[in-house]
């Protein structure tokens, strides 16, 4: 193989349950598996989710749903990024359960269902008063199982964005409750609320993506993270040659790095077509032997180059790490991330699909 990516599934299950132990017993998990698990491949992972007592998933469209159903997940699914219409009849018939967004789109629902309030994130979800939605809600011709909402600014506990989200969909809750409508779940959660312990937005049900992978991103202001989890994906790639270049060389596209002295290059099997972000040319690094070594030149579309000339002899067909840690060494999305300036979920949802799975424990 020239690139893959091992995923530990033990590593998963054992960040599902840091998040179990951190939210205690009076609140259910639902692990995210969008994105194909965020790239970690979302058969195999919901499979192991739900050997560990998993009993709901999150996915973003009924497609991402059906999958997982076609190959045996019995648990509850969730399907939160809204439908077309030519989508809706794939949850009835594969037991899945719709996010409504829309009160108009009540009128549709034949399942029990989760109503999504856009209590401020001005995404997805309906910004209607709590009287009109119970009126709709009483008119549906299926049951209101859970009510959920999203939060535009968790992250970052200077901004009050998140504290009036929350006053909103209380209200949005009280408002129904009112009208004799409790539904079984509240839920608004993802990984920065659950591991930076916002308890009063926890309800009864939280929905972790990222951390469950092993991430928790660095918030601003506010309290420590309280969740400890750590990454399930190391991507390896193999060197496919090794060879002297002297000074003044170019290397790669453009010729944007020149060698400044004689150096040892190795060409690496991987490129942004397998999801190396292209911003890491001349300021990524990879692990080859426990070092920390520089790409040089420009990421191309299957080939980066490195430099190893401080490294011991470097064999062709040898793997080295773009994520992972080797010795005293790491190098995980949130680092690559930073160094392309994007976010470590970008990260992992580049990982492209001919990147190999290999599943360990
Ligand atoms: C993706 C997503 C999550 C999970 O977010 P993380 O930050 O990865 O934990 C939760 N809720 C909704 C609605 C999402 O779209």
């Known amino acids: 193989m020239r690139s893959w990516v091992e995923v530990s599934l033990g590593r998963i299950r054992a960040n599902f349950r840091a998040v179990k132990e951190l939210v205690g017993p009076g609140v259910e998990v639902m692990p995210v598996v969008k994105a194909d698990a965020y790239r970690h491949g979302a058969v195999a992972v919901s499979h192991a989710l739900e050997s560990e007592g998993a009993k709901w998933l999150a996915v973003s469209n009924p497609e991402e749903g059906v999958a997982l159903r076609r190959t045996g997940s019995q648990s509850r699914i969730l399907v939160m990024a809204d439908f077309l219409a030519d989508e809706r009849e794939l949850c009835a018939t594969h037991h899945l359960t719709p996010v409504i967004h829309s009160l108009d789109d009540l009128a549709h629902v034949r399942i029990p269902y989760h109503l999504k309030i856009d209590s401020g994130m ?40 998140t504290d009036q989200q929350i006053a909103r969909f209380q209200s949005v809750i009280d408002g129904l409750r009112s009208a004799g409508i409790q539904p079984s779940y509240i839920h608004s959660s993802s990984t920065i609320p659950i591991a930076y312990r916002r308890t009063e937005a926890w309800g009864n049900l939280v929905r972790p993506g990222h951390a469950i992978y092993g991430y928790v991103s660095p918030a601003r202001g506010g309290p420590a993270n309280s969740l400890k989890v750590a990454p399930a994906l190391t991507w390896k790639v193999c060197v496919l040659e090794v060879k002297e270049v002297p000074a003044g060389t170019l290397i790669g596209y453009g010729g944007i790095h020149r060698a400044v002295r004689p150096m040892r290059i190795a060409i690496l099997a991987a490129g942004y077509a397998d999801g190396i972000p292209h911003r890491l ?54 680092q690559m991330a930073r160094s392309a300036g994007t976010i470590s979920y970008a990260v992992l949802c580049g990982i492209h699909a001919r990147v190999k799975r290999v599943y360990v424990d």
Request: net charge negative.
């Open 122 to 161: 001005g995404r997805l979800g309906t910004r209607a008063a709590a009287d009109e939605i119970a009126v709709a809600v009483k008119k549906a011709a299926a049951p209101l199982e859970g009510l959920m909402t999203h939060f535009a600014s968790s992250g970052n506990f200077e901004n009050p964005q």
């Open 281 to 334: 040319g001349n300021r990524g690094q990879v692990i080859v032997q426990g070092k920390l070594v520089p790409i040089v030149g420009a990421v191309s579309m299957d080939l980066t180059t490195v430099d190893v000339t401080g490294c011991d002899e470097v064999r062709v067909g040898e793997p080295v790490l773009l994520l992972g840690s080797e010795g005293s060494v790491s190098i995980d999305a949130q």
